[in-house]
């Protein structure tokens, strides 16, 4: 599914309080159990947030931030730089 403005808002919210608030296990953000009520107490980000954990899985599973990279057009542009190290 293509992801909007919005969608990408709420995952951004979701991976800033998931940043701090840690819990064992990325899946347990989502669970409607109290794991310990006095360490780890329940978030139900599903139902404060509006994203499923299937949809947020996704998105991160997708997501990459990289630095463009120039020549993609070439087909060799990969080992160009190695290629460069032999002259």
């Given amino acids: 599914a293509i992801l ?3 969608e990408f808002r709420m995952f951004l919210g979701i991976v800033l309080l998931t940043s701090v608030h840690r ?3 990325r899946r347990d953000y989502w669970s409607t159990e109290t794991i310990n009520p006095h360490l780890f107490p329940t ?4 139902r ?3 994203m499923s954990r299937t949809r947020f899985e996704e998105i991160i599973s997708v997501l990459c931030f990289r630095q ?9 542009f990969q080992v160009d730089s190695l ?4 002259h």
């Avoid at 978030?43 to 599903?46: M, N, Q, R, V």
């Avoid at 290629?83 to 032999?86: E, I, N, P, S, V």
């Fill in 48 to 50: 404060v947030c509006g």
């Fill in 68 to 76: 463009p990279v120039e020549g993609l057009d070439q087909p060799w």
């Fill in 23 to 25: 819990l064992p296990n």
């Fill in 43 to 46: 978030l139900e980000i599903g």
């Fill in 83 to 86: 290629l460069a190290d032999f």
């Fill in 4 to 6: 909007s403005v919005r």
